[in-house]
Structures are given as structure tokens and as C-alpha cells.
């Protein structure tokens, strides 16, 4: 059974930081790409950032330079660092499989939320 345990979330100022974490557990951790999600009030959830298991990443065009993911494979954790915040990353944050197919296989778990103040 997978179990994807976020936290971090919190209330925070327009330009300010965050970072998230995720901790996984029921997979083998290092051979998965995992990815962060997230879903706004009334929107469908989308991918923002992805770690394949070679370590190489890739960001949605909202977020690239602002936030950065990164995983460690002891301690079966993904992370994502966000910088600058605006407004409208205002979301409940999810991380899951980095294929879309898989994550609906594992499930998700309660996420975390991030609020952005203007």
C-alpha cells in the first residue's frame, strides 16, 4: 500500500518562501519519478515539477525559476522549494508518481495547503 505523506503548507506573503516535503513510503522509492501537484479552488489538479529517478527535472513554465524539486533517496522524501510566491500559487499541494497513470494507481494523500497573501 502507498502512502504519501505531505507537509509544509502554511500562510505566507506574496514574495515569500516555502518548502514542502513528502514523505513516501510502500514503493521503492528510488526507482520512481515523483512529481509535485497541485490543485486551486474550483480547478482541475496539475503537475508543477517533476524528479526522475536519473535526478533530472522538469517544471510547468508557471513555476520554472521559482521553485525548485529535489529528492533524497535515504529518506524516501521529496521536497519542493518555492521562492518568490504569488497569489495565484495559491493551492492544496500534492506529490504522486510523475506519471499521471501510476499516481491514480497509487492514490493521493491529504496534500498540504499553501496560501499566498497579496
Known amino acids: 500500500q502507498v502512502q504519501l505523506v505531505e507537509s509544509g503548507g502554511g500562510l505566507v506573503q506574496d514574495g515569500g518562501s516555502l518548502r514542502l516535503s513528502c514523505a513516501a513510503s510502500g514503493i521503492i522509492f528510488s526507482r520512481q519519478g515523483m512529481g509535485w501537484y497541485r490543485q486551486a479552488p474550483g480547478k482541475q489538479r496539475d503537475l508543477v515539477a517533476v524528479?526522475?529517478?536519473?535526478?533530472?527535472?522538469n517544471y510547468a513554465d508557471s513555476v520554472k525559476g521559482r521553485f525548485t524539486i529535489s529528492r533524497d533517496n535515504a529518506k524516501n522524501t521529496v521536497y519542493l522549494q518555492m521562492h518568490s510566491l504569488k497569489p495565484e500559487d495559491t493551492a492544496v499541494y500534492y506529490c504522486n508518481a510523475a506519471q499521471k497513470n501510476i499516481a491514480s494507481i497509487w492514490g493521493w494523500g491529504q496534500g498540504t495547503q499553501v496560501t499566498v497573501s497579496s
Open positions: 524528479i526522475f529517478s536519473t535526478g533530472s527535472t
